[in-house]
C-alpha cells in the first residue's frame, strides 16, 4: 500500500504565509513527478505547481512568484511554500505523486487526502 500524508493547511490573513507538507510512505520503488493541486466548492480541480525528479518546476500563472513547490527525495515528501496569500487562493489542496510501487513496472497517481487552506481577514 502507498500513503500520501498532507499536513500545514490552515486559517490565514491576505498577505500571509503557509507551508504545505505532503510525505508518501509504503511499498515504493521510486516516484516521479510531485504536484499540488487545488479545488474550490463546485469547481474543477486545477493544477497549482509541479516538479520532476530532475527538480524541474511549474506553475499556474495566479501563483508565479509567491509560490514555490520543492521535493526531498530523501523524506519522499513534497513542500509547497505559498506566500502573499490572497482570499482567491482559499481551497482543498491535494497532493499528486507519481509512484512506482516494489514488485509493480509502471508508475500509477497517488493523492493525499486534502488540506484547507483559508485565506480571509
Known amino acids: 500500500q502507498v500513503q500520501l500524508v498532507e499536513s500545514g493547511g490552515g486559517l490565514v490573513q491576505p498577505g500571509g504565509s503557509l507551508r504545505l507538507s505532503c510525505a508518501a510512505s509504503g511499498s515504493i520503488f521510486s516516484i516521479n513527478a510531485m504536484g499540488w493541486y487545488r479545488q474550490e466548492p463546485g469547481k474543477q480541480r486545477e493544477l497549482v505547481a509541479s516538479?520532476?525528479?530532475?527538480?524541474?518546476?511549474n506553475y499556474a500563472d495566479s501563483v508565479k512568484g509567491r509560490f514555490t513547490i520543492s521535493r526531498d527525495n530523501a523524506k519522499k515528501t513534497v513542500y509547497l511554500q505559498m506566500n502573499n496569500l490572497k482570499p482567491e487562493d482559499t481551497a482543498v489542496y491535494y497532493c499528486?505523486?507519481?509512484?512506482?510501487?516494489?514488485?509493480?513496472?509502471?508508475?500509477?497517481?497517488?493523492w493525499g487526502q486534502g488540506t484547507q487552506v483559508t485565506v480571509s481577514s
Open positions: 499528486n505523486m507519481n509512484i512506482r510501487k516494489i514488485l509493480r513496472n509502471m508508475y500509477d497517481d497517488y
Open positions: 516538479i520532476t525528479s530532475s527538480g524541474s518546476t
